[in-house]
């Protein structure tokens, strides 16, 4: 299943920075703006700690995690949506992707040039949404020119759309996401084909700083800014994570636990696992297993995937020549010890092809 999500921000921001954290391959990340000119790609293997349980259950010979691909999007600025900075590339870059990883500035440094001279992180987020919003207005706009005449000849299905348009129009001119526009289910589909860049989700990367000045220090410390923040996000619906980019890409290279031990040590533990997760997450992903002496693997696929649909992240044949499947969750498979025990206890179930998989079953098709 190939989804992407699209880091995006402001020039200087850190996106190229936390990339390189992510996927442990390097990008330039220089200080000034456009220092990333084309779109890196970096597939990022999710943390699972399930994967590990079940490969060492199974005394598996490899171990395949569930993957995410992330794409570096150099910084959009304002004007953008007028093809301002490298404007109209990168915005064609972000409707590219399925999602939107929107990196936002928390620390203070002044060696670090920002491109509005100062650290606001709800007005840097107000700045790349208006482009987004522009950006999505502009192809609202040319769409509804077309379907506003095939509706007035009758079509019923133009009319149907425009009603549709009309509605995202209105927030779009309002300055608001696609996305808060109340559309009917009957209405999603008529504007999926539009790939409006602001009904895509969001997860907001606030970025600080180890041992720098930070909006979210101590709750003694913090400064108002961090609180507005986070109020503005939720606003939005969405949510956010704090990562600390510099110190995560500095230690990339290191031994799993010495860099694990590292990040502890400087308040910057796992933040980047949980953004992972969370973009995960966003793109309404969830994992299956299969497991075995040759391998234990994390399966991708959508939530609410059934049970034929889900053998189609194995091979096709999965899904046309399926017949049944045997299932157990992963946490009853590790305390029965044994697949004997866990069917002796009725814990492995047999579904057909219509049952909705869950996170963490464990699966073997019969084909």
């Known amino acids: 299943m190939n989804l992407s999500i699209g880091i995006v921000g402001l020039p200087?921001?850190?996106?190229?920075?936390?990339?390189?954290?992510?996927t442990k391959k390097s990008v330039l990340a220089a200080n000034y703006p456009f220092?990333?000119?084309?779109?890196?790609?970096?597939?990022?293997?999710v943390p699972d700690e399930?994967?590990?349980l079940?490969?060492?259950f199974s005394k598996s010979q490899k171990t395949i995690p569930a993957a995410v691909e992330f794409v570096d999007i150099a910084g959009l600025v304002k004007g953008a949506a007028e093809g301002q900075g490298l404007g109209n590339k990168f915005l064609s870059n972000i409707r590219e992707c399925d999602a939107i990883l929107e990196v936002v500035r928390i620390f203070?440094?002044?060696?670090i040039i920002h491109v509005h001279n100062e650290i606001n992180p709800k007005k840097d987020i107000e700045v790349i949404n208006l482009e987004l919003v522009l950006a999505d207005l502009a192809t609202v706009?040319?769409?509804l020119d077309s379907v506003s005449r095939d509706a007035k000849r009758g079509d019923k299905v133009a009319v149907a759309e425009e009603i549709a348009i009309r509605k995202i129009h209105q927030v779009l001119k309002d300055g608001q996401l696609a996305s808060t526009a109340k559309l009917t289910f009957e209405e999603e589909p008529l504007v999926k084909g539009l790939n409006l860049l602001t009904k895509k989700p969001i997860l907001y990367a606030l970025n600080k700083k180890s041992g720098g000045k930070n909006l979210d220090n101590t709750p003694s410390e913090k400064d108002s800014r961090f609180d507005e923040i986070v109020r503005y996000i939720a606003l939005l619906g969405s949510s956010y994570v704090v990562v600390d980019a510099k110190t995560n890409e500095e230690v990339?290279?290191?031994?799993v636990e010495d860099r694990k031990t590292?990040?502890?040590d400087m308040g910057a533990a796992d933040s980047i696992d949980l953004m992972i997760k969370k973009s995960y997450e966003l793109l309404g992903l969830e994992t299956y297993f299969t497991t075995g002496e040759d391998e234990t693997r994390a399966w991708t696929i959508k939530k609410g995937s059934n049970a034929r649909e889900a053998g189609a992240a194995i091979h096709t044949d999965f899904r046309d020549k399926f017949i049944r499947a045997e299932i157990i969750f992963w946490r009853d498979l590790l305390d029965s010890g044994s697949y004997a025990v866990a069917r002796d206890k009725g814990l492995v179930r047999t579904e057909g092809k219509e049952y909705i998989v869950k996170d963490g079953d464990v699966i073997e098709f019969k084909i």
């Open 252 to 255: 990339k290279d290191m031994e």
């Open 12 to 22: 200087n921001v850190g996106k190229s920075t936390l990339f390189n954290g992510l």
């Open 141 to 143: 706009e040319k769409r």
């Open 262 to 264: 590292l990040l502890k």
């Open 54 to 56: 079940l490969s060492d």
């Open 50 to 52: 399930r994967l590990g």
């Open 35 to 45: 220092a990333t000119i084309d779109p890196s790609v970096g597939v990022v293997a």
């Open 108 to 111: 203070e440094d002044g060696d």
